[in-house]
DNA sequence: ATGAAAGCGCTAACAA
DNA sequence: TTGTTAGCGCTTTCAT
């Protein structure tokens, strides 16, 4: 394995003009520059992790890390789990993460400044965030105000275009929909009525992306199925109210084979279904896996399938992000780490 | 974050003791080990994987990786190709992995030994093993006639309760059948008829377990479904003389729903069942994702799914496993590291 | 612009 | 049985 000290010993120069070299610290006599990055690529040299993590500690690394904090959002405290332990490992590095909770649904940019203005203190300074992606715009904005200098963002579970932006974690919401849409088609022979329900007023991003993906994927691959319906029954204050209405529709369509519940938010609906008499069993596909009652009733099928995303993976991974660039100089290898969709059903919770 | 320096300090003693306790070297005065161990417990203390790694270093470790390196067997090409990627990895921290590939079909014990006789120099010596678990028991038998000491084994693809075993890689092929079994029910409302093929003589265990994994599933949960038949079409010579009795049989069988092809060999059998003229379109269930072939045909739906079971992880992590051992001086999590089983369509390759 | 030296946390060899 | 020391690869500070 090749070192440092190995480079610098064939340049003839110091270890100190190699790392100057090697991590663009400038001020280095480009004929030395050049030759020390010609032997560097000749030796195949490649960093010691371990030493660029032990001397890395000196930084006292902090990221900052935003989730949502919400019983009612259980997708939301899978994701903040996984970020958690995480930390506990980058601990032991010396990197410390700091958690700021979102309590509450957020509508507009303002209110978000106002939120963090209450959220984050002035110190410590933070060196790195992650950030869902719907905060990511009003963040930096807000930590430009502070006038302070430029760090790096990591967006989750949603994109953003934001400044400053190093990558994004989440899932291709489009390609959620066309894989629902597949599952759709194998269990009907590819020509099965479906009733798409969503409990949002049908102005969510990642259900609307989801919901085209479905109507794309029918369009593109299966000419004989059919959307009987869309459904839009508003949001959770509603939901009471609207259940009987819901299913008294759904007995019109006595024809359907598959409801997809895109947003379900209260997964109590799909009992409902279950019990129902219907000509033939009606299968229902959610996403995500949320709720100890959602598990159980994909366990004993009332949920025929779930489409999976990968939450720990998207509270881990933008830390791993950030650590590997801020104190191991790596950058991502990606602008986008895309989590897996997973087709869940009762074996393979 | 609290180093072995401030554990030193608190309790009066030096650095070097307390490496010697908290390392399990012995040597120390039985009340001294026990003040130690409270000040670690009570600082909480978690020892700095870059301090251990950078160390590690001087031991100059070496891993050997057995593996089957055969076109026709394109699952442990991935497995391969995954290990060395990571080896890769591993470089940067000093630590070199030799690659011993097995090239054909090994029927026994006595042959192993040959085989790694021939394959495996006395020099290096080896500090841990990544081996499949079919091959196991022989490797550890063959390393105690050498007489070296004891040096640590994690097994792959296969279980095997052989000696020195830290760890195994796998996935659960019991579970892989019962999760075949309900994708199979999802297809067919629960009342399929299933016809089970594989291209083995029946005496492979990984497709046996599949296939009692199947059958159990069946009659835990779908009382109507049906297995018409299991056919084992023997070995890879027997291939082109069995395809037309084969199909003839399909033919018989002409309700059939689903096939489930444990154990192909060779795809192009998909190739023909999807051509063959029958009541309705039977939908195949194979195993893994091996060939471009394969790809595409799940692709264009000529295989209806396919059930995956990471082979970049049965690559990797065995070797993370060993690293983290030899390297970094921690125990694994637990004995058996499952791989995940994912039911693959059209839409989720 | 360059080099020298100290130090990050841990281990190992040696001295006491 | 215990302490001391040097060193793993890399970064940073300070002197030149």
Redesign the pocket.
């Known amino acids: 394995?090749?070192?440092?000290?190995?480079?610098?010993a064939e340049?003839?120069?110091?270890?100190?003009?190699?790392?100057?070299v090697?991590?663009n610290?400038?001020?280095?006599?480009?004929?030395?520059?050049k030759r020390i990055r010609e032997i560097a690529e000749k030796l195949g040299?490649?960093?010691?992790?371990?030493?660029?993590?032990?001397?890395?500690?000196?930084?006292q690394l902090k990221i900052g890390f935003i989730y949502v904090k919400n019983a009612a959002a259980p997708f939301h405290m899978a994701v903040y789990r996984a970020a958690q332990e995480y930390a506990v490992e980058l601990e032991?590095y010396?990197v410390e993460v700091l958690f700021f909770p979102v309590t509450r649904a957020i509508e507009n940019n303002e209110e978000w400044i106002r939120m963090f203005e209450t959220l984050i203190p002035a110190r410590p300074q933070i060196d790195g965030w992650a950030v869902l992606g719907l905060a990511a715009d009003s963040l930096v904005t807000w930590l430009k105000m502070r006038g302070e200098g430029t760090v790096p963002v990591v967006t989750y579970n949603l994109d953003s275009s934001c400044e400053w932006k190093l990558a994004y974690v989440g899932c291709d919401y489009r390609q959620a929909g066309r894989l629902a849409c597949g599952v759709a088609s194998l269990m009907t022979d590819a020509q099965g009525k479906v009733c798409i329900l969503s409990m949002d007023p049908g102005n969510i991003q990642s259900s609307a992306e989801r919901i085209e993906g479905f109507e794309d994927e029918m369009k593109d691959r299966y000419p004989d199925m059919e959307i009987v319906d869309k459904i839009f029954f508003g949001m959770e204050g509603y939901y009471e109210s609207v259940k009987g209405d819901l299913m008294k529709k759904l007995e019109e369509y006595s024809g359907i084979d598959v409801i997809y519940l895109v947003n379900p938010g209260d997964y109590s609906i799909c009992e409902y279904i279950s019990r129902t008499e219907m000509p033939h069993r009606v299968k229902i596909i959610t996403n995500d896996l949320i709720t100890g009652e959602q598990w159980e009733m994909v366990r004993n099928e009332k949920i025929a399938v779930t489409i999976c995303q990968e939450p720990e993976k998207q509270g881990r991974k933008p830390l791993e992000i950030l650590f590997d660039y801020l104190a191991?100089?790596r950058e991502p290898d990606t602008a986008w780490y895309k989590t897996e969709l997973s087709i869940n059903i009762a074996q393979n919770l």
């Open positions: 394995m090749v070192t440092m000290k190995d480079i610098a340049a003839g120069v110091s270890r100190g003009t190699v790392d100057r090697l991590n610290r400038g001020r280095v006599a480009p004929d030395k520059e040299y490649r960093p010691n992790p371990a030493g660029k993590g032990l001397a890395a500690r000196k930084k032991q010396g191991l100089g």
